[in-house]
T-cell receptor, first 118, second 113 residues
């Protein structure tokens, strides 16, 4: 079973629109970590945020914000006033703190391709 | 200079050939990982290593092997390449106190004909 589900395969918006990328995860661990990465067309992976399971505060960084809700096992990512440079594939990922050698393994969702049109 | 360096960046080869992808890091991290990315499938873990003497299989290790030559070097080998191993390969590192790999190399695009 997929531990991280990104149901939106592709999203297209016009510049200045707000867009939310959904991420739903599945784990039995009480301690875990959630991540978002950005992969622009050039192909590299850029780390955006890490959130632990005990911190449900929403986080805002410039035009980016993240909404973590344990009750729905979701960690959604919103870009406000989108720009063409936001066009990329965005990955959500989960790391379970089960201890031992499993700690630190990342399970990735399949990614959401975001295209922002001028 | 990049903190995590992968070589080569691109490689085209033929079925049956042995291929080695190399990864080196200057971050001083203990943990290193190899992932492959296929369109629409995200990244999947091939192998990971938490120190020089610790090597673990990931989700899709069949057809691959690894070597952790030093703390800073982690290589991935395809002993006899096949076309369905065509993919984008990433190396990643993380520190002992970090949770999850946060530092990725720029990737190696591998095509097997």
């Amino acid at each position: 079973a997929q531990k991280v589900t990104q149901a939106q395969t592709e999203i297209s918006v016009v510049e200045k629109e707000d867009v939310t990328l959904d991420c739903v995860y599945e784990t039995r661990d009480t301690t875990y970590y959630l991540f978002w990465y950005k992969q622009p067309p050039s192909g590299e992976l850029v780390f955006l945020i890490r959130r632990n399971s005990f911190d449900e505060q929403n986080e805002i960084s410039g035009r980016y914000s993240w909404n973590f809700q344990k009750s729905t096992s979701s960690f959604n990512f919103t870009i406000t006033a989108s720009q063409v440079v936001d066009s990329a594939v965005y990955f959500c990922a989960l790391s379970e703190a089960g201890g031992g050698s499993t700690l630190g393994r990342l399970y990735f969702g399949r990614g959401t391709q975001l295209t922002v049109w001028p | 200079d990049a903190d995590v360096t992968q070589t080569p960046r691109n490689r085209i080869t033929k079925t049956g050939k042995r291929i080695m992808l190399e990864c080196s890091q200057t971050k001083g991290h203990d943990r290193m990982y190899w992932y492959r990315q296929d369109p629409g499938l995200g990244l999947r873990l091939i192998y990971y290593s938490f120190d020089v003497k610790d090597i673990n299989k990931g989700e899709i290790s069949d057809g691959y092997s690894v070597s952790r030559q030093a703390q800073a070097k982690f290589s991935l080998s395809l002993e006899s390449a096949i076309p369905n191993q065509t993919a984008l390969y990433f190396c990643a590192t993380s520190g002992r106190s970090s949770i999850g790999p946060q530092h990725f190399g720029d990737g190696t695009r591998l095509s097997i004909l």
